[in-house]
């Protein structure tokens, strides 16, 4: 059974410019949660998806958004990027929710310059 | 609010000891999940255990032990024997279902298991 898959695992982008990151969950998964790793800030929840539906949001500017499609696969978008953007971003699947085993991709690596 | 400390951020052993990983977390609900995840090197979280807050059985697997002391908010991980592998950072996360439903993660431990 395949992983969670994330493209693209790199990334570097200037400040200003915009940003799309893909998220491809495990086969038969639902949900999909997005989060944001910095050495500041730790990791912090973005969002997460159900069924197509945005379920919860944490605390992130409306920059920040997401969207999920019929087939679970999920895409996060940033908008005029800022140097503190630059961080790990990671995606994780579940059958039915965040509040059980998540699975999670390797991530994608943003840097902004 | 809630909050989820993990006052350790480095911990040194030398294999085969065994270490205890503390997590203590804060929240007004009564209902919640707490969870943890180990992010090797690769960078890769990976879950290892999810408990509810209506169940403090405490748990084993292998050589992993969790435990869960609602009197005094802590859910501690230890590891017994401890192995070359189990070096990673190792996170612990609270869930609360409310209406703001979030999980909230703590900083994390790096444990590092010298040879």
């Known amino acids: 059974k395949a992983g969670v898959t994330q493209t693209p695992r790199y990334l570097i982008k200037t400040r200003g410019q915009q940003v799309t990151l893909s998220c491809s969950p495990i086969?038969?998964?639902?949900?999909v949660s997005w989060y944001q790793q910095t050495p500041g800030q730790g990791l912090q929840f973005l969002f997460e998806?159900?069924?197509?539906?945005?379920?919860n949001k944490g605390n992130f500017p409306g920059r920040f958004s997401g969207r999920q499609f019929s087939n679970s696969r999920s895409e996060m978008n940033v908008s005029t990027l800022e140097l503190g953007d630059s961080a790990l971003y990671l995606c994780?699947?579940?059958?039915?929710?965040?509040?059980?085993?998540?699975?999670f991709g390797p991530g994608t690596r943003l840097t902004v310059l | 609010a809630q909050k989820v400390t993990q006052a350790q951020t480095e911990i040194s052993v030398v294999e085969k000891e065994d270490v205890t990983l503390d997590c203590v977390y804060e929240?007004?609900?009564?209902?919640?999940?707490l969870f943890w995840y180990k992010q090797p090197p690769s960078g890769e979280l990976v879950f290892l255990i999810r408990?509810?807050?209506?169940?403090?059985q405490n748990e084993i697997s292998g050589r992993y032990s969790w435990n869960f002391q609602k009197s005094t908010s802590s859910f501690n991980f230890t590891i017994t024997a401890s192995q070359v592998v189990d070096s990673a950072v190792y996170f612990c996360?609270?869930?609360?279902?409310?209406?703001?439903?979030?999980?909230?993660f703590g900083k994390g431990t790096r444990l590092h298991i010298l040879p």
């Open positions: 994780a699947s579940s059958k039915q929710g965040a509040t059980n085993e998540q699975f």
């Open positions: 086969s038969g998964h639902r949900s």
């Open positions: 998806y159900f069924s197509e539906t945005q379920r």
């Open positions: 929240t007004r609900d009564t209902t919640y999940y």
């Open positions: 408990r509810n807050s209506f169940d403090e």
């Open positions: 996360a609270l869930r609360a279902l409310n209406r703001d439903d979030k999980i909230i």
